[in-house]
């Protein structure tokens, strides 16, 4: 059974500090995906990561993969208060082609001014 | 852009009622997803279905069943609710390779 585990679950940070998020997936898997839920909102897709050592970037929050270490990284660069909300990461169940994902439990990011 | 929507933002249910959640896409996915998302639970899969009329079970199915008539529709039925089953339900799509899913805006359904 495919287990994701992130790691910090809360996170506060103070603006202009860096961070990471880190996400740990116990089989093997090819992909793996990146989602803010901002509160009482639904979740929006912020990184697709298709191959071992694929880099996304996308203003101030950079996601990689290395599917070797059965492991992604969210880097925080220069935070702002916009960026607080929850992080999901989520994983492919297999490599055949299998729709499913399985989620992460979230890493709630406070920003402080 | 692909949109999903849900047919209530807020639910009020009692103990034993038949409450249906409905869900719409519009951009003609052949998967759709329920999930529920419980505080230090993160979302769990209730049911999948990857055609009209085509299911399957998720990892957490029991109290829950539901339908997909048409396409674009995919509705979750829960039988009898109960107060356990108070949580945020998503409804997501995807539309294949990559396996991006697209989510609703999510019910928040409380069962007294």
């Known amino acids: 059974e495919l287990k994701v585990e992130q790691n910090p679950l809360f996170l506060s940070m103070q603006e202009g500090k860096n961070y990471t998020i880190y996400c740990n997936y116990s089989?093997?898997?090819?992909?793996l995906y990146w989602y803010r839920q901002d509160p009482g909102k639904s979740l929006e897709s912020l990184f697709v990561?298709?191959?071992?050592?694929a880099v996304k970037q996308e203003g101030r929050l950079m996601a990689s993969l290395d599917t070797k270490a059965r492991l992604s990284t969210l880097h925080i660069t220069a935070a702002v208060h916009d960026l607080s909300a929850t992080y999901f990461c989520?994983?492919?169940?297999?490599?055949?082609?299998?729709?499913?994902?399985?989620f992460g439990t979230g890493t709630r990011l406070t920003i402080i001014p | 852009d692909v949109k999903v929507t849900q047919s209530s933002r807020y639910l009020v249910k009692r103990t034993g009622e038949k409450v249906f959640l409905e869900c719409v896409q519009d951009?003609?996915?052949?998967?759709m997803f329920w999930y529920r998302q419980d505080p230090g639970l993160g979302l769990r899969l209730i049911y999948f279905?990857?055609?009209?009329?085509?299911?399957e079970k998720g990892d957490i199915p029991e109290g829950y069943s539901v339908s997909r008539e048409k396409k674009e529709r995919f509705s979750l039925i829960l039988e009898s609710a109960s107060t356990n089953q108070t949580s945020m339900y998503l409804c997501?799509?995807?539309?294949?390779?990559?396996?991006?899913?697209?989510f609703g805006p999510g019910t928040r359904l409380t069962v007294t």
């Open positions: 997501a799509t995807n539309r294949g390779l990559p396996y991006e899913q697209y």
């Open positions: 089989t093997t898997s090819d992909r």
């Open positions: 989520a994983v492919e169940r297999s490599n055949f082609g299998n729709e499913k994902l399985t």
């Open positions: 279905s990857y055609d009209v009329k085509m299911k």
């Open positions: 990561l298709l191959s071992n050592g």
């Open positions: 951009m003609d996915h052949e998967n």
